[in-house]
């Protein structure tokens, strides 16, 4: 082979499998927040490239194992400045590692190209900044684009086996030629072997997106059914509660007319007082709270059961008029999965007296301000903007607070979550009268 395709430098290579991580790291959660992260990436370069540089003179047969050490080198440093599991980071090492192959080709390719019309140090340079900036920029924002509707990337264990396997084949058939010239696949041609290497690493990357795509398409699906199944139930919990409600209320009025018919016709004590017992008895049954919306007393009275029966105390300040906008079955999913959420969590308090819940609905200038705050003796985490849930099976939990925010954003709302002081809140803005 001609000594001027020998090898692609080394640092060169460095730099490309750094910043095919950092592009990645840019798109995914980040443990290591501002000086620490830029602390973790300087130290990251430093060593990733002293290591490649160093291994160079060493014999042709510990180059897959220093390829290896390289992979092991990116994976690390993703996996401490990322906050995600370590499927996921093994997932997009695997792509980073494939993205850098691709760059640091095509940018060896071209710059012998142009070598040979100017041999200016000043135009490799630019060069190398110009191609890998376009490439990993370009990727940067492809990631970003197909991953914009998830709130978070599931990756299981074959998934990753299967990344990986894609990594490793292209990889392996990418550098064939520089190993076997006698092969089918081989070029023979010094320039064709690089002429291959590039493009069949620019297929490798457009297959593992394609892979990622077909990914992210399940995901969307399995959330938006889990999230459509979330409004179901809540709208089926109201009419539940609407039929028993209807069914009180009837019995309600019709025994008010037979105790005053009761009163009229005895005059026992015994029977009076038990009268008066049955009568106080049914005003528990009473409405308690009137919004000004059917549907949200409706649904708060429902989940006041749930309540009395769990010592849970609710207050409530709410404008129910000014949810008239909104359809029936969207009141249902905000409510009904927030309160749903705040009663499970203060159920967990052992001191009745700080099971505490607050409802307020109001308007604001042009907007509506709903907020649904719950008293919380532990400090809440949050995860790409959900609180993170402490149930062992956590891939079928907080689908509630998704269909949550999947039902205000259909009315270009948004949804806050925080923590104040030992009170858990929830807050929602909606533009009033918003269209869905």
């Avoid at 599991?85 to 095509?106: P, Q, W």
């Avoid at 998704?402 to 709302?413: D, Q």
């Amino acid at each position: 082979m001609e000594n001027m395709y020998a090898d692609i430098p080394r640092l060169y290579t460095a730099i490309a499998e750094w910043m095919a991580c950092m592009t990645y790291c840019l798109v995914l959660k980040r443990k290591l927040k501002n000086l620490e992260f830029a602390v973790a990436s300087v130290l990251a370069i430093i060593l990733q490239s002293i290591f490649l540089v160093l291994t160079k003179s060493l014999p042709i047969y510990f180059w897959i194992p220093c390829m290896l050490a390289a992979v092991l080198l990116m994976y690390l440093f993703m996996y401490i400045v990322c906050d995600d599991t370590g499927n996921v980071i093994g997932y997009y090492c695997a792509r980073a590692f494939l993205l850098a192959e691709f760059a640091a080709s095509l940018e060896w390719q071209l710059a012998y190209f142009a070598r040979g019309i100017n041999p200016s140090i000043i135009l490799q340079g630019a060069i190398l900044v110009a191609v890998y900036a376009l490439v990993f920029t370009w990727a940067h924002y492809m990631e970003k684009g197909i991953t914009r509707r998830l709130v978070q990337l599931e990756i299981n264990i074959r998934e990753l086996i299967a990344a990986i396997l894609i990594a490793a084949s292209i990889f392996a058939f990418s550098n064939l030629s520089f190993i076997l010239s006698n092969t089918p696949f081989s070029a023979g041609v010094t320039a064709d072997v690089f002429y291959i290497r590039t493009l069949v690493d620019l297929a490798g990357i457009m297959i593992l997106y394609v892979y990622q795509s077909r990914i992210c398409e399940f995901l969307a699906e399995k959330e938006l059914n889990n999230i459509h199944s979330m409004l179901k139930a809540q709208y089926d919990k109201y009419r539940n509660y609407q039929e028993t409600f209807d069914m009180i209320n009837m019995k309600y009025h019709d025994l008010k007319h037979q105790i005053a018919g009761l009163r009229a016709d005895m005059s026992d004590e015994q029977r009076l007082a038990w009268v008066d017992s049955m009568e106080q008895e049914l005003e528990s049954y009473s409405p308690e709270l009137e919004t000004g919306n059917s549907v949200l007393d409706t649904l708060i009275a429902g989940k006041m059961m749930s309540c009395r029966a769990n010592n849970i105390k609710v207050t409530c300040v709410a404008d129910g008029n000014v949810l008239d906008f909104m359809h029936v079955a969207d009141i249902c999913t905000i409510f009904g999965n927030a309160l749903d959420n705040a009663i499970e969590s203060v159920t967990l308090i052992e001191d009745p007296e700080k099971r505490l819940i607050h409802i307020a609905v109001s308007p604001k200038k042009n907007f509506v301000l709903i907020q649904i705050n719950n008293y919380s003796e532990n400090r809440i985490q949050l995860k790409n903007g959900y609180p993170v849930t402490t149930k062992a099976d956590k891939g079928n939990h907080g689908f509630g607070l998704k269909s949550i925010r999947y039902t205000v954003e259909k009315y270009h709302g948004t949804i806050t979550f925080g923590q104040n002081k030992n009170w858990f809140e929830l807050k929602i803005l909606i533009p009033q009268g918003g269209v869905a």
